[in-house]
């Protein structure tokens, strides 16, 4: 995958230039305008990655050097361009840690004893089932 191509720019693009394209075509594929889109999710995601690699001077030199050795950029090169934590959002545990409460309105116990249990204030089951296909 080549960023530039991705988000539809040409290698001198400034970095307002990647930014409008990234946001138009983030729009365009969000997962939310695309209900059960596989296609669309992974584009959206690819987006997501060619933006965050480009918008960042120094990942954004990385980058063009592999580019410039002549190389297509491979899933190894892509990673260390990017430092997004990835997280299987199927994974509730991780959604739990960080929220305090599980997506169907249970409670869990906070680490320190002192702080009392936090209970959704909304059920968003329904809302992640469709999301996430659970």
Known sequence: MNYYEELGVNKEATVEEIKRAYRQLA???HPDKNPGDEKAAKRFIHIAE???TLSDEEKRQAYDETLKGGK???SKDQASYSSTIHVNPMDMNEFERFFGFTTDGDKI???DKG???KTNPLDTSQMF???FGR
């Open 129 to 131: 089932e469709k999301f």
């Open 109 to 111: 116990k906070q680490a």
């Open 115 to 117: 702080q009392k249990s």
């Open 50 to 52: 060619a933006y965050e």
């Open 72 to 74: 297509k950029p491979t």
């Open 27 to 29: 729009k365009r594929y």
